[in-house]
């Protein structure tokens, strides 16, 4: 099974930092929608938890995604936030992201392939048990580091039990130019509304 790219809804999100460096966040005003977007929304399911008056709405334009957020704060405060990525960026974003079952199968025919020469070679070397266990054992390490370099370039963590984990720290330090724009401007804004930590949560 293929673990590609978060869902839209997610990496719409991170990709907020776009929208605040574009200063299309916060409470700032924006134009008015064409007359294609606003159609689209109206058609979009609109998703939300009414327990939080947490709100969603995701769409997808001709050339780019599209999404609004609303939420209350811990003063009741109704927050919005909205922004466009193009399509182009968001596709450069989420393809290095995420691992396919289809490279996880390359590494392990490289395996098969190796131990299979390895023991053929054995046996025209007349090689012991012992020598060919170790040459075997050699080419799993190596197998072992392929998929743990692979899966780290993709954003996951193998464990010991060959289960696999998003590798969380990695994608924060990886992240942290793209979200600092989307720091600055809760800073403003935090700073325009006088919240505190709380509030602005």
């Given at each position: 099974m293929?673990y590609?790219?978060p869902?839209?809804?997610?990496?719409?999100a991170a990709?907020?930092c776009?929208?605040?460096?574009?200063?299309?966040a916060a409470d700032?005003p924006?134009p008015p929608?064409p007359?294609?977007?606003?159609a689209?929304?109206?058609?979009?399911?609109?998703?939300?938890?009414?327990?939080?008056?947490?709100t969603?709405?995701i769409?997808?334009?001709?050339d780019?995604?599209?999404?609004?957020?609303?939420f209350?704060?811990f003063?009741?405060?109704?927050?919005?936030?909205?922004?466009?990525?193009?399509k182009?960026?968001f596709q450069?974003?989420?393809?290095?992201?995420?691992?396919?079952?289809?490279?996880?199968n390359?590494?392990?025919?490289?395996l098969?392939k190796?131990?299979?020469?390895a023991?053929?070679t054995a046996?025209?070397?007349?090689s012991?048990?012992?020598?060919?266990?170790?040459?075997?054992?050699?080419?799993q390490?190596?197998?072992?580091?392929?998929?743990?370099?692979?899966?780290?370039s993709?954003?996951?963590?193998?464990l010991?039990?060959?289960?696999?984990?998003v590798?969380?720290p990695a994608?924060?330090?990886?992240?942290?130019?793209?979200?600092?724009?989307l720091?600055?401007?809760l800073?403003?804004?935090?700073?325009?509304?006088?919240?505190g930590?709380?509030?602005?949560v």
């Open positions: 293929d590609g790219p869902p839209l809804p997610l990496a719409l990709a907020l776009a929208a605040a460096a574009a200063g299309l700032r924006r929608r007359a294609y977007e606003a689209v929304f109206e058609q979009e399911a609109v998703g939300g938890d009414p327990n939080t008056h947490a969603q709405k769409a997808e334009l001709p780019a995604y599209s999404a609004e957020y609303g209350e704060n003063n009741s405060d109704q927050l919005q936030a909205g922004f466009q990525v193009k182009s960026a450069s974003y989420a393809a290095e992201w995420g691992y396919s079952t289809k490279d996880i390359a590494l392990k025919a490289w098969a190796a131990r299979q020469e023991f053929q046996t025209q070397n007349d012991s048990q012992e020598q060919l266990d170790a040459a075997v054992a050699g080419l390490k190596q197998y072992r580091q392929k998929l743990e370099g692979y899966m780290a993709r954003g996951f963590k193998l010991p039990d060959d289960s696999a984990r590798d969380m994608l924060a330090r990886k992240n942290a130019p793209l979200v600092k724009p720091m600055l401007e800073d403003r804004w935090a700073q325009k509304k006088h919240y930590s709380e509030e602005i």
